[in-house]
């Protein structure tokens, strides 16, 4: 293993600027090796340097990469090197911090902290308060796949048990482990949404039933309305507005009904002021929690946006202990792990960006034996 005293470059995939895909992002064989040194002094207690093994995207990369959002999820430099979430050898911890939580050769996953940028390197640096240990029976592309959809812990752990779910989008990163960790919890239904059904009801998803929303309009369902769901997770967009109009197929707030979103109303926004990102995600969201919950609480489901993760490493070491006792299995997007090449890189960018995803879309930065 090449220490930063050897390796001066590295490989990285570098977006030049805002715009397309293709013609944004190529890969680098000459870029500089990261440096702790590099970061400020709070930052440089907790960050370690890893030897990349794989890096699994997410929305947020390919809306960095379109700039709709550039004043809040903007690198402070062009050019950037994209990917939040990954997985790999800790190679470099801090110098003089007492119980560091990792030491070198420790095999680890990490979510992106301040942005999703920086991970897709042959070296990369992750902060340790959103890292944990990988287990011995997960690869290094299913950490990182893990990583990027440990969401799915928090979201599953507002169920009960015996509660029926509905999961709109349901095939995509985060539903696809989420409903793993709500049958853990003791859901006793899952239906899911989605263009490709007859994955759902196979292992390790087995959804309960499942819905081709471009042949069936879930919410038209009349075994839904004569047995209506305890929960709905929206993690495609748009449900709720569909719900106002019709809310037959799940109960309201006064019987315990609740709705659980992660995006805003449309899944592809653009936001330049303070003021347009607060309405989507602040002024919305807090004035549908309380009408749902105050005046039309016997009409509407509980409204929540369960958006935010907190920067601790709870999530992650849940997400790992699942994993490692099999409960939780990491589903990656069947045509990749994608290569490391300006090829490769692309093509996941591509298929992140177009939404059209199985699982979590996962780049094999080194072909180390893993």
């Not at 959103?130 to 969401?151: G, R």
């Not at 607060?278 to 929690?289: G, Y």
Request: charged share 25%; net charge neutral; with cysteine.
């Amino acid at each position: 293993m090449l220490t930063p005293s050897v390796q001066k470059k590295i490989k990285a995939a570098q977006g030049k600027d805002y715009g397309d895909i293709d013609e944004m992002i190529h890969v680098d064989d000459n870029v500089d090796y990261p440096s702790l040194e590099n970061l400020s002094t709070k930052e440089q207690k907790t960050s370690m340097i890893i030897k990349t093994h794989a890096v699994a995207l997410a929305c947020g990369d390919c809306r960095v990469l379109s700039g709709m959002t550039k004043e809040f999820q903007g690198p402070p430099s062009f050019p950037y090197i994209p990917g939040g979430d990954a997985s790999g050898i800790v190679v470099e911890i801090p110098k003089d911090v007492k119980d560091f939580p990792f030491k070198v050769g420790d095999r680890v996953a990490a979510r992106f902290v301040a942005g999703p940028r920086g991970a897709l390197a042959t070296y990369s640096i992750v902060s340790s308060l959103v890292c944990e240990k990988i287990p011995e029976n997960v690869s290094f592309s299913e950490a990182a796949a893990l990583a990027s959809a440990s969401p799915a812990i928090l979201l599953a752990e507002r169920i009960k048990k015996g509660e029926r779910v509905l999961i709109l989008g349901a095939g995509g990163g985060v539903g696809s482990h989420t409903c793993q960790l709500m049958r853990s919890r003791g859901a006793s239904f899952i239906a899911g949404v989605s263009r490709t059904p007859e994955r759902l009801l196979k292992s390790p998803l087995a959804y309960d039933r499942a819905i081709d929303y471009t042949k069936e309009d879930p919410f038209s369902i009349e075994e839904f309305k004569t047995n209506p769901f305890d929960v709905i997770l929206d993690l495609s967009a748009g449900g709720w507005l569909k719900l106002v109009d019709d809310s037959s197929i799940i109960k309201p707030a006064s019987e315990g009904g609740r709705y659980l979103t992660t995006t805003p109303d449309v899944a592809i926004y653009e936001a330049h002021t303070v003021l347009s990102i607060m309405k989507p995600f602040l002024f919305i969201p807090l004035w549908r929690a309380l009408k749902s919950r105050l005046w039309q609480r016997k009409h509407l489901p509980q409204y929540t946006f369960a958006m935010s993760l907190p920067e601790e490493r709870d999530v992650m070491t849940k997400t790992m202990t699942f994993a490692s006792k099999g409960e939780l299995k990491a589903v990656i997007d069947p045509n990749g792990p994608f290569d490391f090449t300006t090829d490769g890189v692309r093509q996941a960018f591509r298929l992140q960006e177009s939404r059209h995803i199985q699982g979590k879309v996962v780049i094999q930065v080194s072909k180390d034996v893993e």
